[in-house]
């Protein structure tokens, strides 16, 4: 049994998308054990609980400084000992501490084709401003295992998602949700709990 703990910091869709496909069993052997957001008032915690999902809040503003966060962070996670934690819309830097204590542990999604429109500065809906105002026919999303990079680990799976006349950066981001986020994420949860996937020389494998 995979035991997952997903990160979050506002809507939370992807958190239900997760929630909803392990209740369907669309995701197997897989128990999500605990929700973290950095935000109080995310829309995901609600979830959590309604999902009978144990949900803590951790924010850097309560601490002293970013490195007194991290560590707590990390420990709050060592506490927990998930196979696997995943971020789900989680909009705070993984520190080096957690990579490496959970090394090949930890996926993110992010809102567009890696290697465009991420890294410092993109996410949420900055990532599909950004796409319209460079004006691309073809977007998506892509499921990757975190590192101390941003948004430069391992790729485990992407989806493309057409760009339309006339999208704004709203409409695009419902599109890439639907068509590519909320499937690609339980996919990439379920092939590592059913091991399905392996890295080599530094890339994502099907066994
Ligand atoms: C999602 O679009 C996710 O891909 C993005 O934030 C949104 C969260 O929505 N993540 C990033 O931009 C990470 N760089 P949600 O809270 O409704 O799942």
Known sequence: MLNVV???SGGGTNLQAILDAVRDGKITNTKIIGVVSNNPTAKALERAEK???PGICMSPKEYPDRAAFNHAFTEKMKEWNPDLIVLA???VKIPEEMTSAFSGRIIN???????S???VGFYGLKVHEEA????VKVTGATVHFVNDGMDEGPIIAQKAVLV?????PEVLQR??????EWLLLPQAIDDIANDRIEIVNGQVRRK
């Open 6 to 8: 997903v990160c979050v």
């Open 51 to 53: 999902a009978g999902v």
């Open 89 to 91: 819309g989680f909009l």
């Open 109 to 115: 999604i992010h809102p567009s084709l890696i290697p």
């Open 117 to 119: 429109f991420c890294g």
């Open 132 to 135: 319209l105002r460079r004006g």
């Open 164 to 168: 339309q006349d006339n999208d704004t």
């Open 175 to 180: 599109r890439v949700m639907e068509q590519a």
